[in-house]
């Protein structure tokens, strides 16, 4: 039996939103450090990248789109745009011949995976998928019932195939976050500062709710605010406005660059339940107000907050409840106990995997080593005494828990973290 051709490259699959594409990065860091050669295949949303670990390696931009949520005939022209992604992803792989392809969910993920499933056993590379929330994407659902591996970001993932080979490596972040982990939280003390942030474009409800919610707590907390707040361009003057007449200094833009520097500062963060932004608050230790997606194709960001609140890490409040009444009735015990944030800090830095790029590298590194399976079977359909039990993990990541079932429409979907 041939074994799959080790030096080859690794082709990364991801695009859309910052939530997908930032732990591509990370990892895609992890392996050009390691003397792996990466290529990039993304969508026309992301395009080519002109900085980062991308910007000196090859890129295909394939065609795609998301046929979930949408009518009959757009979701037509989408599955037709993701099958011809995934022939043109067969053709540039038949000439790269990588040894994996690893996909980081996402409708941008389909084709470069499918391609490589299309293509011929002997030219076939590992297939490794990784999904960062605690519900398995609805791309991913479709595609890690031929994956080699999964990689999670979370010890116990909901909908799962029941024969998938999962190992929690966490959620690959930025270095500079990566970095926060281990820093004491310092809880207030003259200034309180507060981060709200809205997934990667900002989002309308935390600029309608957030600042009447912290004009309306007692001038004791209002006088000690800094809100540090991010909104869409349009809503941004507004805000401003908002807490000018509130008398609450405020940074209020549309994106931020120095995320690292501002959850390092931050006493507590208020936002969506995206996969990487729970991540990052974890790794960086900070208590956190969660608010997720409402039309999220899964409902993952729910199942994300909830992991965090569970611990006693977060607060998990629904759009549909998130007002400006219960906002400030929620902040107003947090802000005015330092130890209530400092044990929630706490609690959420237990879930913190600074090292996930690496543990992610490891896995992909292990896969190489395997050899294609005859008719691509599933590698832990059965273990070696045929008793059905999985073999070891490749690598050593910490196998997780399987819950859920994969009985649920298969449909694919783009995936928002907005």
């Given at each position: 039996?041939?074994?799959r051709?080790?030096?080859?490259?690794?082709?990364?699959?991801?695009?859309?939103?910052?939530?997908?594409?930032?732990?591509?990065?990370?990892?895609?860091?992890?392996?050009?450090?390691?003397?792996?050669?990466?290529?990039?295949?993304?969508?026309?949303?992301?395009?080519?990248?002109?900085?980062?670990?991308?910007?000196?390696?090859?890129?295909?931009?394939?065609?795609g789109?998301?046929?979930?949520?949408?009518?009959?005939?757009?979701?037509?022209?989408?599955?037709?745009?993701?099958?011809?992604?995934?022939?043109?992803?067969?053709?540039?792989?038949?000439?790269?011949?990588?040894?994996?392809?690893?996909?980081?969910?996402?409708?941008?993920?389909?084709?470069?995976?499918?391609?490589?499933?299309?293509?011929?056993?002997?030219?076939?590379?590992?297939?490794?998928?990784?999904?960062?929330?605690?519900?398995?994407?609805?791309?991913?659902?479709?595609?890690?019932?031929?994956?080699?591996?999964?990689?999670?970001?979370?010890?116990?993932?909901?909908?799962?195939?029941s024969?998938?080979?999962?190992?929690?490596?966490?959620?690959?972040?930025?270095?500079?976050?990566?970095?926060?982990?281990?820093?004491?939280?310092?809880?207030?003390?003259?200034?309180?500062?507060?981060?709200?942030?809205?997934?990667?474009?900002?989002?309308?409800?935390?600029?309608?709710?957030?600042?009447?919610?912290?004009?309306?707590?007692?001038?004791?907390l209002?006088?000690?605010?800094?809100?540090?707040?991010?909104?869409?361009?349009?809503?941004?003057?507004?805000?401003?406005?908002?807490?000018?007449?509130?008398?609450?200094?405020?940074?209020?833009?549309?994106?931020?660059?120095?995320?690292?520097?501002?959850?390092?500062?931050?006493?507590?963060?208020?936002?969506?339940?995206?996969?990487?932004?729970?991540?990052?608050i974890?790794?960086?230790?900070?208590?956190?107000?969660?608010?997720?997606?409402?039309?999220?194709?899964?409902?993952?960001?729910?199942?994300?907050?909830?992991?965090?609140?569970?611990?006693?890490?977060?607060?998990?409040?629904?759009?549909?409840?998130?007002?400006?009444?219960?906002?400030?009735?929620?902040?107003?015990?947090?802000?005015?106990?330092?130890?209530?944030?400092?044990?929630?800090?706490?609690?959420?830095?237990?879930?913190?995997?600074p090292?996930?790029?690496e543990?992610?590298?490891d896995?992909?590194?292990?896969?190489?080593?395997?050899?294609?399976?005859?008719?691509?079977?599933?590698?832990?359909?059965?273990?070696?005494?045929?008793?059905?039990?999985?073999?070891?993990?490749?690598?050593?990541?910490?196998?997780?828990?399987?819950s859920?079932?994969?009985?649920?429409?298969?449909?694919?979907?783009?995936?928002?973290?907005?």
């Open positions: 039996m041939s074994m051709d080790e030096n080859g490259p690794i082709v990364i699959a991801a695009g859309g939103t910052g939530g997908h594409f930032f732990p591509a990065e990370a990892l895609a860091d992890a392996l050009v450090a390691r003397g792996r050669r990466v290529v990039l295949m993304t969508d026309a949303r992301a395009g080519q990248r002109t900085t980062g670990v991308f910007a000196d390696a090859e890129q295909f931009v394939l065609p789109a998301g046929v979930a949520g949408r009518g009959p005939i757009r979701a037509l022209r989408g599955g037709l745009a993701l099958l011809k992604g995934a022939w043109a992803a067969r053709g540039v792989m038949t000439a790269l011949r990588p040894s994996a392809v690893v996909g980081f969910g996402g409708y941008p993920s389909v084709p470069p995976l499918l391609g490589a499933r299309l293509l011929g056993r002997t030219n076939r590379p590992a297939i490794i998928l990784h999904e960062g929330n605690a519900v398995l994407g609805r791309a991913n659902s479709v595609l890690a019932r031929f994956a080699d591996a999964v990689a999670t970001s979370f010890p116990s993932v909901a909908g799962l195939p024969r998938a080979t999962a190992h929690m490596t966490g959620m690959p972040v930025r270095p500079a976050i990566a970095a926060l982990a281990g820093e004491a939280y310092r809880a207030p003390d003259e200034t309180i500062r507060v981060l709200v942030w809205g997934g990667s474009l900002g989002a309308r409800v935390f600029s309608d709710v957030a600042p009447s919610a912290l004009a309306a707590l007692p001038l004791s209002r006088a000690r605010l800094h809100v540090t707040q991010q909104a869409r361009t349009e809503d941004a003057e507004r805000v401003r406005a908002a807490y000018a007449a509130a008398g609450i200094p405020a940074r209020v833009e549309s994106f931020f660059s120095d995320v690292p520097a501002l959850l390092r500062d931050a006493h507590l963060v208020i936002g969506r339940a995206g996969g990487s932004s729970v991540a990052e974890a790794t960086a230790g900070r208590p956190s107000i969660l608010v997720p997606l409402p039309v999220a194709a899964s409902d993952e960001q729910t199942a994300n907050a909830r992991s965090l609140e569970t611990i006693g890490a977060a607060r998990l409040m629904p759009q549909p409840v998130f007002t400006v009444e219960s906002l400030a009735a929620a902040l107003l015990p947090l802000l005015e106990n330092p130890n209530t944030l400092t044990a929630q800090a706490a609690a959420a830095a237990t879930l913190a995997r090292d996930a790029a543990r992610l590298a896995l992909v590194e292990a896969s190489l080593h395997q050899a294609p399976p005859s008719a691509y079977a599933h590698p832990h359909s059965s273990g070696p005494d045929g008793s059905g039990a999985q073999t070891p993990p490749l690598g050593s990541p910490v196998s997780v828990t399987l859920g079932d994969a009985s649920r429409s298969p449909a694919l979907s783009m995936e928002s973290h907005v």
